[in-house]
Nanobody, 116 residues
Framework: QVQLVESGGGWVQPGGSLTLSCAAS????????MAWYRQTPEKEREWVAS???????AFSDAVKGRFTASRDDAKNTLHLIMNNLTPEDTGVYYC??????????WGPGTQVTVSS
């Protein structure tokens, strides 16, 4: 089992930037892929980005060109770099780990608020 903890959320004005981090601990070698999701009270949880073990990434159309992801394998940490934020990016951001043998784990989430 893997434990995930997100950090880096907060308040930012439109056009600003934030970097989220997801620190993983436990059975790291069992992780096949990691992803970021976000959720607001009005919407279902929405996929944002995925990063594979070799670092390849995929991003939703809503964030493509504005968000990037990076991995720090030495610290077992995944980062989500968010630029040119808009109010529509507001939500709780969750980190997900998917396992080679199936199944997944989630972090508790970190709040991102974009407003003026």
């Amino acid at each position: 089992q893997v434990q995930l903890v997100e950090s880096g959320g907060g308040w930012v004005q439109p056009g600003g930037s934030l970097t989220l981090s997801c620190a993983a601990s436990g059975a790291i070698s069992s992780i096949s892929r990691m992803a970021w999701y976000r959720q607001t009270p009005e919407k279902e949880r929405e996929w944002v980005a995925s990063v594979g073990r070799i670092g390849s990434g995929a991003f939703s159309d809503a964030v493509k060109g504005r968000f990037t992801a990076s991995r720090d394998d030495a610290k077992n940490t995944l980062h989500l770099i968010m630029n040119n934020l808009t109010p529509e990016d507001t939500g709780v951001y969750y980190c997900q780990a998917m396992y080679f043998q199936g199944g997944q784990s989630w972090g508790p989430g970190t709040q991102v608020t974009v407003s003026s």
